[in-house]
Protein backbone atom coordinates (compact mmCIF):
# COMPACT_ATOMS: atom_id res chain seq x y z
CA UNK A 1 0.00 0.00 0.00
CA UNK A 2 1.40 3.59 -0.98
CA UNK A 3 2.39 5.44 2.19
CA UNK A 4 0.87 8.98 2.62
CA UNK A 5 2.75 11.47 3.73
CA UNK A 6 0.61 14.04 5.40
CA UNK A 7 3.26 16.39 6.62
CA UNK A 8 4.27 16.41 3.02
CA UNK A 9 0.56 17.34 1.64
CA UNK A 10 0.45 19.83 4.66
CA UNK A 11 3.56 21.69 3.29
CA UNK A 12 2.69 22.01 -0.06
CA UNK A 13 -0.60 23.22 0.55
CA UNK A 14 0.68 25.27 3.04
CA UNK A 15 3.76 26.96 0.56
CA UNK A 16 2.63 26.11 -2.61
CA UNK A 17 -1.34 25.79 -2.82
CA UNK A 18 -1.21 26.40 -6.78
CA UNK A 19 0.82 23.08 -7.10
CA UNK A 20 -2.71 21.61 -7.02
CA UNK A 21 -3.87 23.45 -10.79
CA UNK A 22 -0.11 22.63 -11.81
CA UNK A 23 -0.79 18.87 -11.20
CA UNK A 24 -4.37 18.91 -12.74
CA UNK A 25 -2.69 20.84 -15.75
CA UNK A 26 -0.08 18.36 -16.30
CA UNK A 27 -1.85 15.43 -15.51
CA UNK A 28 -2.48 12.48 -18.03
CA UNK A 29 -5.67 12.08 -19.46
CA UNK A 30 -7.72 8.59 -21.32
CA UNK A 31 -10.95 8.61 -22.42
CA UNK A 32 -14.04 8.01 -20.23
CA UNK A 33 -14.70 4.51 -21.85
CA UNK A 34 -11.89 2.87 -23.71
CA UNK A 35 -12.77 0.41 -26.56
CA UNK A 36 -15.59 -2.50 -25.67
CA UNK A 37 -14.62 -1.90 -22.82
CA UNK A 38 -16.51 -1.18 -19.16
CA UNK A 39 -15.87 1.46 -16.24
CA UNK A 40 -14.79 0.51 -12.91
CA UNK A 41 -14.97 3.71 -10.85
CA UNK A 42 -14.02 3.73 -6.45
CA UNK A 43 -16.03 6.21 -5.05
CA UNK A 44 -15.28 8.08 -1.95
CA UNK A 45 -17.37 11.49 -1.94
CA UNK A 46 -19.17 9.88 1.38
CA UNK A 47 -17.57 11.97 3.48
CA UNK A 48 -17.89 15.36 2.57
CA UNK A 49 -21.81 15.01 3.10
CA UNK A 50 -20.92 13.38 6.85
CA UNK A 51 -21.24 10.13 5.71
CA UNK A 52 -18.48 8.28 7.55
CA UNK A 53 -19.67 5.15 8.97
CA UNK A 54 -18.80 1.37 7.52
CA UNK A 55 -21.02 -0.78 9.04
CA UNK A 56 -20.60 -0.60 12.60
CA UNK A 57 -17.67 1.93 12.40
CA UNK A 58 -19.19 5.15 13.17
CA UNK A 59 -15.96 7.12 11.86
CA UNK A 60 -14.27 4.61 9.77
CA UNK A 61 -13.50 7.22 6.55
CA UNK A 62 -12.47 9.88 9.31
CA UNK A 63 -8.71 8.87 8.76
CA UNK A 64 -7.67 10.97 5.69
CA UNK A 65 -4.65 9.41 5.44
CA UNK A 66 -5.68 5.79 5.90
CA UNK A 67 -8.26 6.35 2.94
CA UNK A 68 -5.93 8.05 0.72
CA UNK A 69 -3.58 5.12 1.05
CA UNK A 70 -6.85 2.83 0.29
CA UNK A 71 -7.78 4.89 -2.10
CA UNK A 72 -3.97 4.62 -3.72
CA UNK A 73 -4.48 1.05 -3.95
CA UNK A 74 -7.29 0.66 -5.58
CA UNK A 75 -6.85 3.32 -8.42
CA UNK A 76 -3.58 0.83 -8.71
CA UNK A 77 -5.22 -2.56 -8.90
CA UNK A 78 -5.33 -3.65 -12.76
CA UNK A 79 -8.69 -2.90 -14.44
CA UNK A 80 -9.77 0.44 -11.98
CA UNK A 81 -10.86 2.92 -14.60
CA UNK A 82 -10.91 6.43 -12.21
CA UNK A 83 -11.94 7.94 -9.21
CA UNK A 84 -15.17 9.80 -7.55
CA UNK A 85 -14.66 12.37 -4.79
CA UNK A 86 -14.78 15.76 -3.89
CA UNK A 87 -12.43 18.81 -4.51
CA UNK A 88 -10.59 17.89 -1.24
CA UNK A 89 -9.67 14.44 -2.08
CA UNK A 90 -8.93 14.92 -5.47
CA UNK A 91 -6.55 17.26 -4.55
CA UNK A 92 -4.59 15.49 -2.51
CA UNK A 93 -4.97 12.89 -5.06
CA UNK A 94 -3.28 14.96 -7.67
CA UNK A 95 -0.68 16.07 -5.46
CA UNK A 96 0.13 12.05 -4.87
CA UNK A 97 0.35 11.52 -8.59
CA UNK A 98 -2.20 9.18 -8.14
CA UNK A 99 -5.09 9.97 -11.29
CA UNK A 100 -2.88 9.67 -14.07
CA UNK A 101 -4.12 8.16 -17.12
CA UNK A 102 -7.34 7.66 -14.79
CA UNK A 103 -11.24 9.04 -15.15
CA UNK A 104 -11.78 11.25 -12.61
CA UNK A 105 -14.88 12.08 -11.50
CA UNK A 106 -15.90 15.58 -9.34
CA UNK A 107 -18.59 15.18 -6.98
CA UNK A 108 -21.44 18.19 -7.11
CA UNK A 109 -23.75 18.46 -4.76
CA UNK A 110 -22.76 17.35 -1.20
CA UNK A 111 -24.80 19.48 0.87
CA UNK A 112 -27.71 17.17 2.03
CA UNK A 113 -25.53 15.75 5.14
CA UNK A 114 -26.48 12.49 6.47
CA UNK A 115 -28.95 12.36 8.93
CA UNK A 116 -29.20 16.39 9.16
CA UNK A 117 -33.20 17.59 8.96
CA UNK A 118 -32.47 19.35 5.75
CA UNK A 119 -30.94 15.97 4.28
CA UNK A 120 -32.81 16.75 1.19
CA UNK A 121 -31.74 19.88 0.38
CA UNK A 122 -29.38 18.53 -1.55
CA UNK A 123 -27.62 21.84 -2.08
CA UNK A 124 -24.41 22.06 -4.76
CA UNK A 125 -21.93 22.63 -2.75
CA UNK A 126 -19.03 20.33 -4.05
CA UNK A 127 -17.47 21.11 -7.84
CA UNK A 128 -18.73 23.10 -10.23
CA UNK A 129 -19.10 22.46 -14.22
CA UNK A 130 -16.69 25.00 -14.21
CA UNK A 131 -14.84 23.51 -11.76
CA UNK A 132 -14.74 20.31 -13.52
CA UNK A 133 -14.02 22.18 -16.88
CA UNK A 134 -10.98 24.28 -15.63
CA UNK A 135 -9.20 21.04 -13.77
CA UNK A 136 -10.00 18.94 -16.81
CA UNK A 137 -11.38 16.70 -15.09
CA UNK A 138 -13.41 14.19 -16.58
CA UNK A 139 -17.25 14.17 -15.75
CA UNK A 140 -19.45 14.71 -12.65
CA UNK A 141 -21.49 13.55 -10.24
CA UNK A 142 -24.37 14.35 -8.31
CA UNK A 143 -27.00 12.79 -6.35
CA UNK A 144 -31.13 13.38 -6.73
CA UNK A 145 -33.41 12.29 -4.17
CA UNK A 146 -36.79 13.26 -4.67
CA UNK A 147 -39.63 12.57 -1.31
CA UNK A 148 -43.13 13.06 -2.75
CA UNK A 149 -43.78 14.49 0.28
CA UNK A 150 -41.53 16.73 1.00
CA UNK A 151 -41.37 19.90 -1.22
CA UNK A 152 -37.81 20.88 -1.32
CA UNK A 153 -37.57 18.01 -3.90
CA UNK A 154 -38.63 20.63 -6.05
CA UNK A 155 -35.68 22.78 -5.49
CA UNK A 156 -33.54 19.64 -5.90
CA UNK A 157 -34.99 18.98 -9.28
CA UNK A 158 -34.61 22.45 -10.63
CA UNK A 159 -30.57 22.60 -9.29
CA UNK A 160 -29.84 18.94 -10.66
CA UNK A 161 -31.66 19.88 -14.06
CA UNK A 162 -29.50 22.74 -14.70
CA UNK A 163 -26.15 20.86 -13.39
CA UNK A 164 -27.57 18.67 -16.36
CA UNK A 165 -27.49 21.27 -18.64
CA UNK A 166 -24.37 23.17 -17.36
CA UNK A 167 -22.88 19.40 -18.11
CA UNK A 168 -24.11 19.19 -21.42
CA UNK A 169 -22.83 22.85 -22.29
CA UNK A 170 -18.93 21.67 -21.71
CA UNK A 171 -19.90 18.61 -23.25
CA UNK A 172 -19.20 16.71 -19.87
CA UNK A 173 -20.71 13.41 -18.95
CA UNK A 174 -22.61 13.49 -16.07
CA UNK A 175 -23.78 10.99 -13.31
CA UNK A 176 -26.94 11.32 -11.97
CA UNK A 177 -27.87 9.17 -9.06
CA UNK A 178 -31.76 9.09 -8.16
CA UNK A 179 -33.76 7.77 -6.06
CA UNK A 180 -37.27 7.85 -4.81
CA UNK A 181 -36.73 8.40 -0.65
CA UNK A 182 -38.94 8.04 2.27
CA UNK A 183 -38.91 9.48 5.66
CA UNK A 184 -39.24 6.59 8.39
CA UNK A 185 -39.50 7.05 11.91
CA UNK A 186 -37.55 10.59 11.20
CA UNK A 187 -34.95 8.75 9.38
CA UNK A 188 -34.61 9.07 5.64
CA UNK A 189 -34.78 5.77 3.54
CA UNK A 190 -33.67 4.84 -0.11
CA UNK A 191 -37.02 2.83 -1.87
CA UNK A 192 -35.41 0.11 -3.69
CA UNK A 193 -38.89 -1.63 -4.83
CA UNK A 194 -38.74 -2.30 -8.96
CA UNK A 195 -41.36 0.56 -8.79
CA UNK A 196 -39.77 3.31 -6.95
CA UNK A 197 -36.16 2.67 -8.55
CA UNK A 198 -38.41 2.90 -12.54
CA UNK A 199 -39.37 5.77 -11.41
CA UNK A 200 -36.16 7.63 -10.56
CA UNK A 201 -34.76 6.82 -13.53
CA UNK A 202 -37.85 7.78 -15.64
CA UNK A 203 -37.10 11.34 -13.67
CA UNK A 204 -33.51 11.47 -13.90
CA UNK A 205 -33.74 10.67 -17.62
CA UNK A 206 -36.20 13.94 -18.16
CA UNK A 207 -33.90 16.41 -16.61
CA UNK A 208 -32.06 19.21 -18.61
CA UNK A 209 -32.38 20.30 -22.19
CA UNK A 210 -30.55 17.23 -23.57
CA UNK A 211 -29.86 13.61 -22.03
CA UNK A 212 -26.45 13.75 -24.49
CA UNK A 213 -24.41 13.53 -21.77
CA UNK A 214 -26.06 12.26 -19.16
CA UNK A 215 -25.68 8.86 -17.66
CA UNK A 216 -27.27 7.02 -14.88
CA UNK A 217 -25.82 5.60 -11.42
CA UNK A 218 -28.11 3.04 -10.17
CA UNK A 219 -28.68 0.88 -7.38
CA UNK A 220 -29.65 -2.98 -7.64
CA UNK A 221 -33.31 -3.61 -7.19
CA UNK A 222 -33.54 -5.48 -3.38
CA UNK A 223 -35.32 -8.33 -5.77
CA UNK A 224 -32.21 -8.62 -8.12
CA UNK A 225 -34.40 -10.58 -10.65
CA UNK A 226 -36.77 -6.92 -11.08
CA UNK A 227 -33.55 -5.49 -12.58
CA UNK A 228 -34.09 -6.42 -16.28
CA UNK A 229 -37.63 -4.54 -16.11
CA UNK A 230 -36.83 -1.69 -14.76
CA UNK A 231 -33.48 -0.93 -17.01
CA UNK A 232 -35.95 -0.88 -19.88
CA UNK A 233 -37.19 2.32 -18.40
CA UNK A 234 -34.22 4.29 -20.40
CA UNK A 235 -32.00 4.02 -22.91
CA UNK A 236 -29.27 6.19 -21.16
CA UNK A 237 -25.57 4.43 -20.15
CA UNK A 238 -25.62 3.49 -16.56
CA UNK A 239 -23.29 2.56 -14.28
CA UNK A 240 -24.24 0.39 -10.78
CA UNK A 241 -23.89 2.05 -7.48
CA UNK A 242 -21.87 -0.50 -4.74
CA UNK A 243 -23.57 0.87 -1.38
CA UNK A 244 -22.69 -1.20 1.44
CA UNK A 245 -23.16 -4.98 1.17
CA UNK A 246 -22.26 -6.20 4.60
CA UNK A 247 -21.14 -9.51 5.63
CA UNK A 248 -22.73 -10.96 2.73
CA UNK A 249 -20.09 -9.88 0.01
CA UNK A 250 -20.68 -13.29 -2.37
CA UNK A 251 -24.25 -12.39 -2.43
CA UNK A 252 -23.28 -8.55 -3.44
CA UNK A 253 -21.35 -9.55 -5.82
CA UNK A 254 -23.68 -12.15 -7.40
CA UNK A 255 -26.23 -9.08 -7.95
CA UNK A 256 -23.76 -6.81 -9.37
CA UNK A 257 -22.87 -9.67 -12.03
CA UNK A 258 -26.57 -10.79 -13.01
CA UNK A 259 -27.21 -6.70 -13.57
CA UNK A 260 -23.90 -5.87 -15.24
CA UNK A 261 -25.16 -8.08 -18.55
CA UNK A 262 -27.75 -6.11 -19.32
CA UNK A 263 -27.29 -3.79 -22.09
CA UNK A 264 -27.51 0.13 -20.75
CA UNK A 265 -25.39 -1.15 -17.68
CA UNK A 266 -21.75 0.07 -18.54
CA UNK A 267 -19.66 -0.35 -15.43
CA UNK A 268 -19.32 -0.30 -11.64
CA UNK A 269 -19.26 2.66 -9.02
CA UNK A 270 -18.55 1.13 -5.60
CA UNK A 271 -16.91 2.82 -2.73
CA UNK A 272 -17.08 1.44 1.10
CA UNK A 273 -17.37 -1.92 0.73
CA UNK A 274 -14.24 -1.91 -1.57
CA UNK A 275 -12.37 0.49 0.47
CA UNK A 276 -13.44 -0.76 3.67
CA UNK A 277 -13.67 -4.89 3.16
CA UNK A 278 -14.87 -6.93 5.68
CA UNK A 279 -11.50 -8.76 5.86
CA UNK A 280 -9.86 -5.84 5.24
CA UNK A 281 -8.41 -6.80 2.01
CA UNK A 282 -8.31 -3.72 -0.49
CA UNK A 283 -6.35 -5.31 -3.45
CA UNK A 284 -8.66 -8.69 -3.28
CA UNK A 285 -11.86 -6.79 -3.39
CA UNK A 286 -11.08 -4.70 -5.96
CA UNK A 287 -10.12 -7.30 -7.93
CA UNK A 288 -12.73 -9.19 -7.39
CA UNK A 289 -15.80 -6.46 -8.46
CA UNK A 290 -13.07 -5.96 -11.35
CA UNK A 291 -13.45 -9.67 -12.56
CA UNK A 292 -17.12 -9.57 -12.77
CA UNK A 293 -16.89 -7.00 -15.61
Request: glycine share 8%.
Amino acid sequence: MTRVDASELVRIRTHHPEAIAEAAARRSHRPLLRPGGRLMIVAADHPARGALAVGNRRLAMANRVDLLERLCLALSRPGVDGVLATADILDDLLLLGALEDRVVVGSMNRGGLAGAAFELDDRFTGHRAEDIARLGFDAGKLLLRVDYEDARSADTLLSAARAVDAMAERRLPLFVEPFICRRRDGRLSNDLTAEAVTRSIAIASGLGGTSAYTWLKLPVTENPDDMARVMETSTLPAVLLGGEIGDDQEGAYEKWRKALRLPTVQGLVVGRSLLYPVDGDVAAAVDTAVGLL
